[in-house]
């Protein structure tokens, strides 16, 4: 009788499965952390800022922030298009202002951004 040679397919290495598994959890927090900055772009300023002050520079290098806020923050205004009435505290703050008694009057506008 002769001896046949049976080939037994070889285990996977450990390390290279325990690599795909890590790999894999280390996505779904970076998804996580992606999706609550997202949240966060998405909230007032003032819930905006407490969740940046607590983040550690290193971690504006995870997601792309630019990109994020720049979608986040974009609004639905189009050209030509009537701007939401607000109302605004005067600057030596006797009194309030509301863009809406402006309209029909004259020209009006709006600057936003920071000139520091």
Avoid at 51 to 78: C, D, H, I, N
Avoid at 96 to 104: A, D, E, P, T
Wanted: charged fraction near 15%; aromatic fraction near 14%.
């Amino acid at each position: 009788m002769s001896e046949t040679a049976i080939a037994v397919p070889a285990k996977p290495k450990v390390w290279r499965r325990h690599l795909v598994q890590s790999g894999a959890v280390l996505f779904v927090i970076w998804i996580c952390f992606v999706t609550y900055i997202g949240w966060a772009m998405r909230q007032p300023p003032e819930v905006f800022g407490s969740v940046m002050k607590r983040m550690p520079m290193p971690a504006y290098f995870l997601f792309p922030f630019e990109t994020m806020w720049s979608s986040a923050r974009k609004g639905s205004l189009q050209v030509n298009s009537v701007a939401p009435d607000f109302d605004l505290e005067t600057y030596d703050k006797s009194g309030h202002v509301q863009l809406s008694s402006f309209r029909g009057k004259q020209p009006v506008v709006l600057v936003f951004g920071s000139y520091t």
